[in-house]
C-alpha cells in the first residue's frame, strides 16, 4: 500500500475544490449583478462596457450577490475592527448565539442519552416512544420556534432558555438514533459472554454497552452539535432579537445588506465547523484513552 501523502491526498483535493467554488462564484456575482448596471447606464443614457460591468459588479454596495473579497472584508471589519463589546461586532453576536447553542446541545445530548437508555432498556418505551421521538421531527423548525418562544414569554422566560429550548428540541433526536443504535450494537455472542460471567445489567450496560457506543455517540454529537448552533439562530428570528447571528440576518433582510448577511452566514460556518471539529478532538481522545489505536 502507497504511503498516504497530506498534500496529495488532503491539501491539493481541498484546495482544488476551493478554487472552483470561488471561481465559479465571481462568475455568478457578476451574471447577477449585471442587470442593475446595465439599468443604471440606461437611465444615464451611456454606455457601459463588459470590463467596466466586471469592475462594477464587485464593489457594490447592495450587491443581489456579493463577491467573496466583499465578504472577507465584511468579516474583517466586524472581528478585526469593532471591540468584541460593539454590538457591530460578529464576535459579540457570535458569542450570544453559541451561548444558547452550547446550553441547548448540553440539555439535549443529556435527553438523548436518557431516552436511549430507557428505550433499550425496556421493550414499553421502545415500543411507545420511539415512534414519537421519530414523528417530533417532522414539525418543521421554523413552524414550532415561535410558538415556544410565545408561549414561555407568556409564562415570564425569556432570554437565553427560549433559544435553548429550540435546540434542545433539534439536537436530541440524533443523539437518541445513535445512541440506540450504539448500546444495540454488541453482538449476541458478547451479551452471552456477560451472562456466562452472571454479570448485573448494570456491569453488562458499564462494561460492555456503554463502551460499545462511544464511535454511535460522537459521531450523533457532531451533528447534534451543528444543528444546535441551526436552532439558535433560528430561535433569535421570530423574536426580532437585537443580537446573535440571527439577528445580524434579520437586519440585513429588512435593509437589503446582503453582504452583511453573507458575513454572518460565513461566521456560523466556521462557528459550527470549529463545535464538530472540538467534538471530533474530544472522541479521538476518548477512543485514546479506551485504548484504541490511532
Known sequence: ????????????????????????????????????ERDVAARAGTEIGFSDIVRNTMAQERPVLPAPHQVVAEIWDTTANKAITSKRSLIYHAWITLSATLLGFGIGAALGVLL???????RAMDRSLMPWVI????????????MIIVVL??????????????STYLSF??????????LRSPETIQLDLMHTYNAS???????????????????????????SLVGAIVGELPTGAVAGLGARLLAGSYYGQTVQIWAALFMAAAL???????????????????????
Open 272 to 294: 459550527a465547523a470549529v463545535l464538530v471539529m472540538i467534538v471530533g478532538l474530544a472522541h479521538t481522545a476518548v477512543l485514546k484513552r479506551m485504548g484504541a489505536k490511532a
Open 135 to 146: 414523528a417530533s421531527q417532522t414539525i418543521p423548525i421554523l413552524a414550532i420556534a415561535p
Open 201 to 227: 445489567s448494570a456491569q453488562t450496560f458499564w462494561k460492555l454497552r456503554w463502551p460499545s457506543s462511544m464511535p454511535y455517540l460522537f459521531t450523533s454529537l457532531k451533528v447534534a452539535v451543528a444543528i
Open 153 to 166: 414569554n407568556a409564562i415570564g422566560i425569556a432570554g437565553l432558555l427560549p433559544k435553548a429550548l429550540i
Open 173 to 182: 433526536f440524533p443523539v437518541v438514533v445513535g445512541m440506540v443504535k450504539g
Open 116 to 122: 436511549a437508555v430507557g428505550i433499550v432498556h425496556n
Open 1 to 36: 500500500m502507497r504511503e498516504e501523502s497530506f498534500f496529495r491526498d488532503k491539501l491539493l483535493p481541498i484546495s482544488t475544490v476551493v478554487v472552483i467554488l470561488i471561481a465559479v462564484w465571481y462568475l455568478t456575482t457578476i451574471f447577477l449583478n449585471a442587470p442593475f
